[in-house]
């Protein structure tokens, strides 16, 4: 779904992306970027990747995209619950 392992020339990553090249090249649909930006701007705090706004025309920075996938991805290192659920998955399968 999320295509981020591609590789970029540095001359991609200053293209901008409409929505629907978002939801195109990376998986994530417009209704859910149109959701983020629409609570970005009623709390003042940006919900998604970064995006310009004028009037009806909404661009996002590809190299912006790319990076808040990335900060949301989960790595199994981030937490200490993350151990004791692998090991409590691990050990259920074999009490089945």
């Known amino acids: 779904m999320l295509n981020i392992v591609k590789d970029y020339l540095p001359h991609q990553l200053n293209r901008m992306l409409t929505p629907a090249s978002v939801e195109k090249e990376f998986g994530i649909s417009k209704e859910t970027l149109k959701h983020l930006r629409e609570e970005s701007i009623s709390t003042g705090e940006l919900r998604g990747p970064v995006f310009l706004k004028d009037g009806n025309i ?39």
């Open 58 to 96: 909404i661009l996002y920075p590809i190299k912006a995209v790319i990076m808040w996938i990335k900060s949301k991805m989960f790595s199994s290192g981030e937490t200490s619950k993350t151990s004791k659920t692998a090991n409590i998955s691990h050990l259920n399968k074999y009490n089945k």
